[in-house]
């Protein structure tokens, strides 16, 4: 039987003595009192809390403890006494047993529901995948199931279909979208004899291409392999109240046994009273209120966070971001837009973009989307052209006003004149990193259109407040090392690494995690291996579904300045986890001297009845710090000037 079955069945036959509780002190009682508590405990031990005992079991073969030996110990000695005290007319527990064990089943419900995520990212992963290819098999093109692609296959792929596999092009031309894999934003322009990776999205035009890499060998196969490898690193976190548990499980045991020896032996109490001594050891010490001491933070710490647009989606996320040291970042659509935009016009801008909107109205290249995009937006009229023509790897060219009019890059030099103004600010927007777009009318170039996948607003404001608390800041990206450098004195990174392949970008995550815990935050395909190796994956939500599905925390509103939040947040909620597990023992704790009848010369005594109402004050300070967790100080950001 699943855990979440359990749960159900458990909360399900505990909320009528819930019920009964709660309507107690107003004269309702529940219908067959004691008689109907036992059987709806026995449903709850006999269902739900019998994988508790048998692990409780497992572990005292073992010689081990640990936290399903508190809960079976504790539900046990609650239910086998109250059935004693049943027939003995002597206060019951039955309630305890069965909201020990609910509350403990839903803290392995989130559980259970965080280890679905990490195998959904795996599925997410491999439906990326084409579903056929349109291969030449005998002299014509057929299409097939990708599994029966073969290498040396030759492979046809129309505009807004996906490359099946890796290979090479033997034929055609064409733009080729490959963010989705390398985390490179501009799309690439191919020919033949270019690579081509199998998942990424052909935009412009048909070409032909020889599969090289098939099946388990593809580039996607291994990100897929790398993200599984990635999972199964994580070593499971050893729970808190198991560390505990060692020591406090026998310890308890111990104390119970000793002080029905020591009243029904030494003192020489009646077998009725010393037992009661002993029960009353181990009622005190039951743990109710650690079923509460996370889940509850958990909840409330997650509920804040959705709030205020970050999902935690694991508590092991929370105890690994008490020690992070360094925060790396993917760059394109993490710290950049991940949309190619026009930065700058040089020259008249009405003049310049109109002619280029003009002219890159007719083009599909994602260069020319930009430049239209901005002409659109500062509502320049795009001017009248006639002859439209694409000069192969230098642009686009036709007639205005019976002039020649052009829009290309510096291969255009090599027939046309450029002023040295115009030089010298070609060369200043090159060493900025940006892509400079030529516009000439007649024989000479009338201006420059700088074009730039920027960063977003927020990003430099996100780093500042990152490195006002100590952190590292590290950029890993495909771009090449000039753009990346420029990105980064941009935005106030420390330190930068480029040109890293999506196989590679696990590892070099690795390498700086030698140096202390490591968060990582992502948005593509590419960074899912990293989001789920670095030891806090920090997903921003308009990523893709494998990168979200990877990452422990997700930043829904997609603003860089919620990673240091996110970071403050899930450490609050551990702190809190922490404190309620503080909670959950004090009052036991400070309760067994009492409940062993140690001040019972001085009238001072803990019956069973008084000991249980000890665990519902451990459960209420566990609830009511948990809540309380709404009210705790996020702060703002460093404001960057």
């Not at 109240?241 to 009243?263: A, N």
């Not at 710290?335 to 026009?342: A, D, R, S, Y």
């Amino acid at each position: 039987m699943t855990i979440t079955k359990r749960f159900w069945i458990s909360l399900i036959f505990s909320l009528p003595m819930l019920v009964g509780m709660i309507m107690m002190p107003f004269g309702w009682m529940l219908p067959g009192g004691n008689w109907t508590q036992l059987i709806l405990t026995t449903v709850v031990m006999a269902v739900s809390a019998r994988p508790f005992m048998q692990s409780a079991w497992s572990s005292f073969q073992k010689h081990h403890s640990n936290m399903d030996t508190l809960v079976a110990i504790g539900t046990a000695t609650a239910y086998i006494y109250s059935i004693y005290a049943m027939f003995t007319s002597q206060a019951v527990f039955f309630e305890s047993a069965a909201f020990v064990v609910t509350f403990v089943l839903l803290g392995q419900v989130f559980e259970e529901r965080m280890r679905n995520n990490a195998s959904n990212a795996i599925e997410k992963l491999v439906d990326l995948q084409a579903k056929e290819a349109e291969v030449m098999r005998d002299g014509e093109l057929v299409k097939i199931p990708l599994s029966e692609v073969v290498t040396g296959d030759i492979i046809r792929v129309k505009p807004g279909q996906k490359v099946a596999v890796d290979g090479v092009i033997t034929e055609g031309n064409s733009t080729i979208d490959e963010s989705m894999v390398t985390g490179e934003s501009m799309p690439v322009d191919k020919t033949v004899g270019d690579k081509v990776i199998g998942s990424t999205m052909n935009s412009t035009g048909t070409f032909m291409f020889k599969a090289e890499k098939v099946g388990s060998d593809t580039m996607l196969s291994q990100i897929v392999d790398l993200v599984k490898k990635a999972q199964n690193s994580h070593a499971p976190i050893q729970n808190l109240t198991d560390k505990v548990s060692e020591i406090f499980v026998p310890v308890v045991l111990i104390l119970s046994i000793l002080t029905f020896l020591v009243w029904y032996v030494i003192i020489g109490a009646t077998l009725a009273n010393a037992l009661i001594f002993a029960v009353s050891v181990v009622v005190i010490a039951c743990p109710c209120a650690l079923g509460l001491a996370t889940p509850t933070a958990l909840m409330v710490g997650t509920g804040r966070g959705a709030k205020m647009g970050i999902l935690i989606k694991n508590g092991e996320v929370l105890e690994e971001v008490s020690d992070v040291k360094t925060v790396v970042f993917d760059k394109t659509g993490t710290i950049t837009k991940g949309k190619p935009e026009v930065t700058d016009v040089i020259g008249d801008d009405k003049q310049v973009l109109s002619i280029a909107a003009g002219l890159e109205e007719s083009s599909e290249h994602p260069l020319a989307t930009a430049i239209f995009d901005k002409a659109k937006l500062l509502q320049i009229s795009k001017a009248a052209i006639n002859g439209f023509q694409a000069i192969e790897g230098k642009g686009v060219k036709a007639t205005i006003n019976n002039q020649t009019a052009f829009v290309g890059n510096d291969k255009l030099l090599d027939d046309v004149k450029i002023d040295s103004e115009l030089k010298n600010e070609m060369i200043r927007l090159q060493n900025e990193a940006k892509t400079v777009v030529f516009v000439g009318l007649g024989d000479k170039i009338v201006g420059l259109i700088a074009i730039q996948d920027a960063p977003k607003e927020t990003s430099k404001e996100a780093i500042a407040t990152l490195k006002a608390r100590g952190l590292r800041t590290v950029m890993l990206t495909g771009d090449n090392q000039r753009v990346a450098q420029a990105i980064a004195d941009e935005v106030g990174i420390d330190d930068v690494i480029a040109d890293v392949l999506p196989s590679d970008k696990a590892d070099h995550v690795q390498a700086l995690q030698a140096n202390g815990k490591v968060a990582f935050v992502g948005d593509g395909i590419n960074d899912a291996p990293a989001l789920t190796i670095a030891d806090v994956g920090i997903a921003m939500g308009s990523g893709t579904d494998i990168a979200i599905e990877s990452g422990g925390i997700v930043l829904v509103k997609n603003d860089l300045r919620d990673v240091a939040k996110a970071l403050e947040l899930s450490k609050k909620t551990f702190n809190r986890i922490k404190l309620n597990l503080f909670w959950a023992f004090i009052y036991n704790v400070l309760g067994i001297p009492v409940a062993a009848g140690l001040f019972f010369a001085i009238g001072l005594t803990l019956s069973p009845e008084l000991a249980g109402l000890a665990m519902a004050f451990s459960s209420l300070s566990v609830v009511t710090s948990s809540v309380l967790l709404n009210k705790a100080k996020i702060t703002g950001d460093v404001k960057v000037a």
